[in-house]
């Protein structure tokens, strides 16, 4: 384990959220780790007109307020997505809200998108835009929002031309109501919606951006074919799946398994693989697939990515493994793809 891996480890005799936070303390002082060298051209892939140097990208969730994105691009992700920002701040639901379950590598939470708002948010992309590297914006609805299919247009206007792309977050199960966002008229409202901002953004500034849609792993048969229906139809570029799982899996041991929220991390890894794999058959190429859910090695990246996934995404296996976790499932996808004699991630994109 690297210093840093260590450090990483300390910090669980802190509250969790403390914990966090201290984390991204330190990576705004420099402290956080920094991967030397190119990455390994077998691992660069093209994602919706995205140049990635690595598949392997940072998922929403770590850095809310866009306080780190560089850090952890040198850190080794070949993306971040920073946020989920609404437009206005808001605190999100009572601590504690975040917990750790460290017998089954796990976590659950019910944060409730607090995050400090649009506008320090813009100002910090704003801030590193020459910076280069992959990062972007995930957005989501207010608490409280009367109409919050708005939200998101607001979002993704006033971020326009600061984020290399945007994920519209409609699989949060700590915002009520918001996962009926999923659901079919209230998605094509939705997504069709952002299309037409899209396009007038596109109008007014001359400049294109990729916008993804978050899912959740809890859907209904029927309900995948529907939501890549209406994700083609308004012509969005890639759906990520998945967010975390309002189910608890009988294999759970840690006493906090029962709170309320979100569960992300191992538990998560088969269900969410096999919810890739029903979107890759139902989107049958016409869209891109990232990989979400459960991810802490090399051997569950690949798998995401011989299910249909074009990039995978990972937060919660950093709490278990530290940031040099992802140089090591970098290592070990590459490793993987060679032996079974791929040239690049998109040779092995859904094979069998």
């Given amino acids: 384990m690297s210093f840093h891996d260590i450090a990483a480890r300390a910090l669980h005799v802190f509250d969790p959220e403390d914990a966090h936070g201290w984390a991204i303390r330190g990576l705004k002082w420099g402290l956080g780790p920094r991967e030397g060298g190119p990455d390994d051209p077998i691992l660069a892939v093209n994602l919706a007109g995205l140049e990635l140097p690595n598949c392997v990208g940072l998922a ?20 971040v997505e920073a ?13 504690p809200r975040l917990f750790r379950l460290t017998e089954d590598q796990a976590v659950i939470n019910r944060m409730g998108f607090n995050n400090g708002g649009l506008e320090p948010f813009a100002r910090s992309l704003l801030a590193r835009k020459s910076k280069g590297g992959v990062v972007g914006a995930n957005i ?14 607001t979002g993704l206007t006033r971020l326009w031309g600061l984020s290399d792309y945007f994920t519209a977050n409609i699989s949060s199960p700590n915002t009520p109501g918001l996962r009926a966002l999923q659901t079919k008229a209230a998605l094509e409202e939705l997504l069709g919606r952002l ?23 809890d859907l209904e048969d029927g309900e995948v074919e529907a939501i890549v229906e209406a994700v083609v139809g308004a012509g ?11 189910a608890r899996p009988d294999t759970l041991k840690s006493a906090f398994a029962g709170e309320s929220g979100g569960l992300s991390g191992a ?26 859910g459960g991810i802490a090695s090399g051997a569950d990246a690949y798998a995401k990515i011989r299910a ?12 278990y493994g530290g940031p040099g976790l992802v140089t090591r499932i970098k290592r070990d996808l590459a490793a993987r793809l ?10 092995a994109v859904g094979a069998p």
């Fill in 60 to 79: 929403a969730g770590f850095d809310k307020n866009a306080e780190v994105p560089d850090a952890m691009l040198a850190a080794g992700f070949g993306f």
């Fill in 338 to 347: 060679r032996a079974d004699g791929f040239t690049a991630v998109e040779d």
């Fill in 195 to 217: 299309s037409e901002t899209r396009e007038a953004l596109k109008v007014s500034s001359g400049a294109d951006y990729p916008i993804f849609l978050k899912v959740a792993p």
């Fill in 140 to 153: 989501g609805a207010n608490k409280d929002a009367t109409d919050r299919i708005q939200d998101y247009v």
């Fill in 83 to 95: 946020g989920t920002v609404t437009p206005l701040a808001q605190a999100g639901n009572p601590r």
């Fill in 308 to 319: 249909g996934a074009r990039a995978v995404q990972l937060y919660s296996a950093l709490v």
């Fill in 236 to 246: 969005l570029d890639a759906i990520i799946v998945s967010n975390t799982t309002i």
């Fill in 267 to 292: 538990p998560l890894l088969a269900a969410s693989t096999e919810v890739v794999k029903r979107f890759h058959a139902a989107a049958a190429g016409r869209v891109a697939l990232i990989g979400a």
